[in-house]
Structures are given as C-alpha cells and as structure tokens.
C-alpha cells in the first residue's frame, strides 16, 4: 500500500518492496517507488552517505547539481546512476515526476557494473552508459507496466540477471568494508590496513577500484551517516551528547561535517528535512 504524505507545495506517495533474497548485499535497502506533484518545483538536497543510488524515471528528467563549485557541477538526465560524492547534490525535478530507486552498495555496484568505482565518483551517468540498451528496454517495461508491484518484479528481473555475469567483490575488500560499517566509521584506517597484512597505500588502491573514495573518507561518510541516522529517531535532539556518541570530538567537528556533507548547519537540516527522510528542501 502506498504511503502518501503532503508537505508546502505538494504531495507525495510511495510504495516499497524489498529485493530478491539473493541481491542481499547488493542492493541496500527496499526498491522504493515514488508519485510527486507540487505547485512549483521542487529542489531536494541529498546528504552524502555511501549508497550508489539508481534512479529509473516514467517522466520528465531531473537537473543534479553537486555541492563542488565548478563549472560541471550540473547535468540533466532522465534515469541515471550516482557514484559516491564526498558532499551534498540537489536533485531538481518537475512539478510532476514518478520514478523508482533502487541503492546499491558500493561493492554491490563494482560487480554489476563491472567499472573501477573511482570512475563514478562526484558524477551522475546515464544508465543506457552502464547498461546499454537493457536499460531503455527496462524503462519501457516500467512504463507499461500496470502497478508498482509489477514494475517491482521487473527492476528484480532485470538485475537478478545483471548478477549473474556479476564478478565477486574481493574478500579481503568486504571485510574491510564490513569492518568499517561495524564501527561505524570509527575504526582506525591504519589499524584496518595492518589487520589485512596491507600498507595503507594498498589499502587505498583497493577502495579507489571497489569503492571510488578512499578509506579514511569513507569512514568520515559512515560516521555521518550513523549521524544522521540517530538524529532521525530521536524526538529531541541533544547535540552534544549525539557527537560524543557518533565519535566526533566535539560539537564543532560534528556541525562542520554538516555544512561539508549536507550543506546546511545542524538545526537547518532539522528544519528541512522531508518526511519520508529522502533528502531536505533546498
């Protein structure tokens, strides 16, 4: 059953569903499906975090900008793939949109996409550029198809099939990858490297091909998260004591981890936030 929310200028409504057993690992969380329409448009500004987010567009195409000042920050697709940013992007659509999403893992992605995943980083690409034309095969097959239960079978078709001509991901990568996340970022990049027998430069060498971004940000970005995550379930918000608890040290570093990965102070992005959790009015 889809679930509809009403903010300022609109409404939304979207419906989940989890994945294929076997794309555990894979793919982070539910296939979400979403119907948008707002009396202007609307700009969402995602916070960056450590998911490769895919999104399959039945309408009209989105304008992303990214948080770094230059002059390709921009780009207007229609369904894309975003690699990993080390900062905030904003998400321009149209009054009326309806796509579904699907977040890969990093390591996830390296094996369906089969490219080094420094590749992708701070980019949007066109899927047709990751999946030839499958991927406009599978947009059409979504269009058409008749509720968002079927098109969910179809996105679980389509990449159940992708797996199997998936290479592995390397499992000493996992490990530390699984490491990291258990932590919460928290973990000593030295000592992860000396855990695997491996130099930090190799340490590095490795995330850049399977990750995109280097340990030591990747563990900045999990922290975050983990940051984020925590400011969501609780009602009231006591700063101080949620930075000591997520590993910063001190309130200052945590409010600059803000402004970096969100792109507004602490109190703004609780102000803006969207009540599905997808990203802050920008």
């Known amino acids: 059953m889809p679930t509809r929310y009403e903010f300022e200028h609109g409404w939304s409504e979207s419906a989940l569903c989890a994945p294929h057993e076997s794309l555990r690992g894979i793919v982070h969380g539910p296939y ?3 119907t948008q329409y707002t009396t202007v448009p609307v700009t969402r500004r995602e916070v960056a975090g450590t998911i490769i987010p895919i999104i399959l567009n039945l309408s009209s195409p989105y304008r992303i900008v990214s948080g770094h000042d230059d002059a ?3 780009v207007v697709l229609h369904s894309f793939a975003a690699g990993l940013y080390d900062t905030w992007v904003a998400v321009e659509g149209a009054r009326e949109s309806q796509a579904l999403q699907v977040n890969l893992t990093p390591l996830g992605a390296h094996a369906l996409l089969a490219v080094p995943m420094h590749e992708l980083v701070n980019r949007v690409v066109a899927i047709d550029d990751l999946f030839g034309a499958r991927a406009s ?3 059409e097959r979504l269009v058409n198809a008749p509720s968002w239960r079927a098109r969910f079978i179809e996105l679980d078709q389509f990449l159940c099939k992708c797996l199997a001509n998936a290479r592995p991901a390397s499992p000493h990568l996992r490990w530390a990858w699984d490491e990291l996340a258990n932590a919460h970022g928290t973990m000593s990049i030295t000592s992860l490297a000396t855990s695997l027998g491996w130099s930090p430069k190799r340490l590095i060498a490795h995330f850049r091909d399977g990750v995109g971004l280097p340990p030591k940000t990747i563990a900045q970005l999990m922290r975050f ?5 925590r400011v969501g379930a609780q009602p009231l918000v006591q700063w101080s004591t949620l930075a000591y608890d997520c590993g910063y040290s001190d309130q ?3 409010h600059r981890d803000f402004v970096e990965f969100a792109g507004c102070t602490p109190v703004e992005f609780l102000r803006t936030r969207l009540p599905d959790g997808g990203g802050i009015v920008a």
Do not use: E, Y
């Open 32 to 34: 979400v499906g979403w």
């Open 137 to 139: 095969a599978l947009i």
């Open 225 to 229: 998260d983990h940051l984020v995550q």
């Open 252 to 254: 200052s570093h945590l």
């Open 72 to 74: 390709t920050r921009s």
